[in-house]
């Protein structure tokens, strides 16, 4: 009975682990204490994609980072120095026209070619010669090479064989869990839908029973010089073989439901990542009788931070002369904005927090991205590839307490800086060390492309909008100076509360302002501010925004029954801040938080966010059109005619440009560095900003609502 119990618990805890990775306890975000810890030793910009594993590491790459890299116990991915030994390697083909064989041993040679990796037994076995019931016992890295076809073939066997081991009840999820496994398709585009279907279900069964996948599935197409695809897949692959972590068993995508195939995590509009644990399973679940003990800390909590905030201001009006035999006080040493509940629950929530203040998390786009299911509106509105993209934030605390902010008032407050400031390139480092070793996390998610997953380890551009206010950090200058020195994008949101920071900013690659209401009552109702003077500062934003000289946007985010019906105090605004660009986005529904009263009745359909722009336009004097739109995130971007050239839209980027422009040091304006849109990204096309290369995934039984008929406006 106990080793029943035992397996369930298992199970199930198979079943959770989804999610990103534990926190380490008594360390940083990075890894424990006493091994390799990233606030110790700094990672060198220029070597981080190696130190996660997405190509081979040079000898003097590894002595660049040897001081961080080189150690046994240190949680990089680089090559050690000792060689990676494997017992034994199995390349498994199956061919009618002997391509797959030949791959096979190609593979073969470069695997026993690669320094710093050594395996003892290499065998190349025909899929119709291995015996199936073996893979149950299983305990050689089996690499699959499968050429597929919508004919009959000598992949059929093992692939009926392995469907029914899926989908039988009586065989155990983890009855593979001793697999190790990579598997690579050739086939043919000219089959639609069936082009590596074969070996895409395949690989995606080994994985629901409990196997480990070491490297994305490659998918090489006869059409498109497939010996050089399988090459790049070849390369990528050996890569992690020098990663003795990519072998370590980790069966996490084990599946208990047969139909967990057709209701894959499609996300659905909203940031559906929002609240979700280590654990994968979402917000915190507490026992009923523990409710009392989690209320009291959360009490102490806000009690403590009460006091801190009073003794702040407190200091801030003592006498700086003391008479008498009264001893100053000695100035206390400036505390870390992330106190241990804080980090708890943003790393409950798949935060990794760099040092005392700063945050980096994966945003659901980019594993989107890296599965080919599309980009965020940014592709369609800027050129922006989601899977080459980091969400960070040098500052992960605020000025407001929005009402629909995604993070559920996890983060800390303030209108002050008074914390401990970390150095701007250990935030940086920090940040892509954290950023590549959730990407390599995400490897074993089925469907991950593996030229895409190789893509995602060279960052290009930079979204400083996770939470919190990034300009609020008192180097955010440095800051986005590191980035463009290394060739990533900035795109700056602030939330209109710090004038002095705006005016004093350097150029980044677009600077947002979040414009939540149009009057000083929707404003405080739905930012609920900190300052008292928080209009008066707003205001000021929108001006020192009209005098950058470079691309600015306006964000307004619509919620039905808070700011939607402000149209002509909108146009002011528009006016006094003369943006670039105007993003009107949906508000997304974050579910129940006890800190906003938000329903999805307060989330407007997409054709009433198109109703609300087209006022915005025909008040703004023919200044402004709509340009764009990507329907998918409920999202339109209105555009200054500025960047309509010959009756042709520019609101894309050209980020080299941007970076030549950037590093000269001369004068340059936002129309020196714009680029064309592509039509399908233009309000009205049919695809309403989805790219057509990418594949749209829909929820099976999804729940269809029909739009509101807008009435014609004369």
């Given at each position: 009975?106990s080793?029943?119990?035992n397996s369930?618990?298992?199970?199930f805890?198979n079943?959770?682990?989804?999610?990103p990775?534990?926190?380490q306890?008594d360390?940083?975000?990075?890894?424990?204490?006493d091994g390799?810890?990233?606030k110790?030793?700094?990672i060198?910009t220029?070597?981080a994609?190696?130190?996660?594993?997405?190509g081979?590491?040079s000898?003097?790459?590894?002595?660049e980072?040897?001081?961080?890299?080189?150690q046994?116990d240190?949680?990089?991915g680089?090559?050690?120095?000792?060689?990676?030994?494997?017992?034994?390697?199995?390349?498994i083909?199956?061919?009618?026209?002997?391509?797959?064989?030949?791959?096979?041993?190609?593979?073969?040679?470069?695997?026993?070619?690669?320094?710093?990796?050594t395996?003892?037994?290499?065998?190349?076995?025909?899929?119709?010669?291995y015996?199936?019931?073996n893979l149950l016992s299983?305990?050689?890295?089996?690499?699959?090479?499968?050429?597929?076809y919508?004919?009959?073939?000598?992949?059929?066997?093992?692939?009926?064989?392995?469907?029914?081991?899926?989908?039988?009840?009586?065989?155990?999820?983890?009855v593979?869990k001793k697999?190790?496994?990579a598997?690579?398709?050739?086939g043919?585009?000219?089959?639609?839908?069936?082009?590596?279907?074969?070996?895409?279900n395949?690989?995606?069964?080994?994985?629901r029973?409990?196997?480990?996948r070491?490297y994305?599935?490659?998918?090489?197409?006869?059409?498109?010089d497939?010996?050089?695809?399988?090459?790049?897949?070849c390369?990528g692959?050996?890569?992690?073989l020098?990663?003795?972590?990519?072998?370590?068993?980790?069966?996490a995508?084990i599946?208990?439901?047969?139909e967990d195939?057709?209701?894959?995590d499609e996300?659905?509009?909203?940031?559906?990542d929002?609240?979700?644990?280590d654990?994968?399973s979402?917000?915190e679940m507490?026992?009923?009788?523990?409710?009392g003990?989690?209320?009291?800390?959360?009490?102490?909590a806000?009690?403590k931070?009460?006091e801190?905030?009073e003794d702040?201001?407190n200091?801030?009006?003592q006498?700086k002369?003391l008479?008498g035999?009264?001893k100053a006080?000695?100035?206390?040493?400036?505390r870390?904005?992330v106190?241990?509940?804080?980090?708890?629950?943003?790393?409950?929530q798949?935060y990794?927090?760099?040092?005392?203040?700063?945050?980096?998390k994966i945003?659901?786009?980019?594993k989107?991205a890296?599965?080919?299911?599309?980009?965020?509106?940014?592709?369609?509105?800027?050129?922006?590839?989601?899977h080459?993209?980091?969400?960070?934030?040098?500052?992960?605390?605020?000025?407001n307490?929005?009402?629909?902010c995604?993070?559920?008032?996890?983060n800390p407050?303030?209108?002050?800086?008074?914390?401990?400031?970390?150095d701007?390139?250990f935030?940086?480092?920090?940040?892509?060390?954290n950023?590549y070793?959730?990407?390599k996390q995400?490897k074993?998610?089925?469907g991950?492309?593996?030229?895409?997953?190789?893509?995602a380890?060279?960052?290009?551009h930079?979204?400083l909008?996770l939470?919190?206010?990034p300009?609020f950090y008192?180097?955010?200058?440095?800051?986005c100076?590191m980035l463009?020195?290394?060739?990533?994008?900035?795109?700056?949101?602030?939330?209109?509360?710090?004038?002095?920071?705006i005016?004093d900013?350097?150029?980044?690659?677009q600077?947002?302002?979040?414009?939540?209401g149009?009057?000083?009552?929707?404003?405080?109702?739905?930012d609920?501010?900190?300052?008292?003077?928080?209009w008066?500062?707003?205001?000021s934003?929108?001006?020192?925004l009209?005098?950058?000289?470079q691309?600015?946007?306006?964000?307004?985010?619509l919620?039905?029954?808070?700011?939607?019906?402000?149209?002509d105090?909108?146009?002011?605004?528009?006016?006094r801040?003369?943006p670039?660009?105007i993003?009107?986005?949906g508000?997304?529904?974050?579910?129940?938080?006890?800190a906003?009263?938000?329903?999805?009745k307060?989330v407007?359909?997409?054709?009433?966010?198109?109703d609300?722009?087209?006022?915005?336009?025909?008040?703004l004097d023919g200044?402004?059109?709509?340009?764009?739109?990507h329907a998918?995130?409920?999202?339109?971007?209105?555009?200054?005619?500025?960047?309509?050239?010959?009756?042709?839209w520019?609101?894309?980027i050209?980020?080299?440009k941007?970076?030549?422009?950037?590093?000269?040091?001369?004068?340059?304006?936002?129309?020196d560095?714009?680029a064309?849109?592509p039509?399908?990204?233009?309000?009205?096309?049919?695809?309403?900003?989805f790219?057509?290369?990418?594949?749209?995934?829909?929820?099976?039984?999804?729940?269809?609502v029909?739009?509101?008929?807008?009435?014609?406006?004369?």
């Open positions: 009975m080793g029943f119990l369930l618990i298992y199970n805890s079943i959770l682990s989804v999610g990775e534990q926190p306890e360390g940083c975000a990075c890894g424990p204490k390799g810890c990233c110790s030793e700094p060198k220029e070597s994609t190696c130190c996660q594993g997405s081979d590491c000898e003097t790459k590894q002595q980072v040897e001081s961080s890299c080189g046994a240190t949680p990089c680089c090559k050690q120095n000792e060689p990676v030994v494997i017992e034994s390697v199995k390349l083909f199956s061919t009618l026209t002997g391509t797959a064989k030949d791959l096979a041993t190609q593979l073969e040679a470069k695997i026993k070619s690669t320094s710093g990796v395996v003892e037994n290499i065998d190349i076995l025909d899929v119709t010669e015996d199936n019931d299983e305990t050689s890295v089996c690499i699959f090479i499968l050429s597929t919508n004919v009959e073939g000598p992949l059929d066997w093992f692939s009926n064989w392995l469907h029914d081991l899926r989908y039988d009840f009586r065989i155990d999820r983890d593979l697999l190790r496994y598997v690579c398709g050739l043919d585009s000219a089959y639609g839908e069936e082009f590596n279907l074969a070996a895409a395949i690989d995606k069964w080994l994985g029973l409990g196997a480990t070491i994305p599935l490659g998918e090489c197409d006869k059409q498109h497939q010996k050089s695809q399988f090459d790049i897949w390369n692959f050996v890569s992690e020098q990663d003795k972590h990519s072998l370590e068993f980790s069966p995508d599946a208990f439901q047969s195939e057709d209701e894959e996300e659905s509009d909203g940031n559906n929002i609240g979700i644990d654990n994968g979402g917000d507490l026992d009923l009788e523990d409710m003990n989690m209320a009291s800390k959360i009490k102490a806000k009690a931070r009460a801190e905030e702040f201001e200091s801030k009006a006498a002369r008479i035999d009264v006080k000695e100035k206390a040493a400036p870390e904005m106190s241990p509940m804080i980090h708890k629950n943003l790393t409950k798949g990794k927090v760099v040092g005392s203040h700063s945050g980096v945003c659901r786009w980019t989107s890296l599965r080919g299911r599309g980009f965020c509106y940014k592709h369609a509105f800027y050129g922006i590839q989601s080459l993209c980091m969400e960070t934030t040098p500052s992960l605390a605020c000025a307490k929005c009402v629909f995604w993070r559920h008032h996890t407050v303030g209108t002050t800086w008074r914390w401990k400031v970390d701007p390139k935030i940086l480092d920090g940040a892509m060390e950023h070793k959730m990407i995400l074993g998610v089925p991950v492309k593996a030229d895409r997953f190789q893509e380890f060279t960052i290009r930079c979204a909008s939470v919190g206010e300009i008192p180097h955010i200058n440095e800051f100076n463009h020195e290394n060739n990533i994008s900035s795109f700056l949101v602030t939330n209109a509360q710090f004038p002095d920071k005016a900013m350097v150029p980044v690659t600077l947002y302002v979040s414009v939540d149009a009057t000083k009552e929707t404003l405080k109702k739905i609920r501010p900190l300052f008292r003077d928080f008066e500062r707003f205001l934003c929108l001006e020192q009209a005098l950058k000289g691309r600015t946007v306006y964000r307004l985010t919620v039905k029954g808070h700011n939607t019906e402000e149209i105090n909108y146009v002011e605004l528009i006016r801040g003369k670039s660009f993003e009107v986005k508000v997304t529904y974050c579910g129940y938080s006890g906003s009263n938000l329903t999805m307060n407007p359909f997409h054709v009433e966010v198109i609300f722009c087209q006022q915005i336009v025909d008040r200044d402004y059109e709509i340009s764009a739109e998918h995130s409920c999202s339109i971007l209105i555009a200054s005619k500025d960047f309509k050239v010959n009756g042709e520019y609101t894309h050209d980020y080299p941007f970076f030549e422009l950037v590093k000269s040091g001369k004068h340059f304006t936002s129309l560095y714009m064309k849109t039509e399908w990204a233009l309000h009205g096309h049919e695809a309403a900003g790219d057509p290369n990418e594949t749209r995934f829909y929820r099976k039984n999804r729940k269809v029909e739009p509101p008929v807008i009435p014609q406006r004369t």
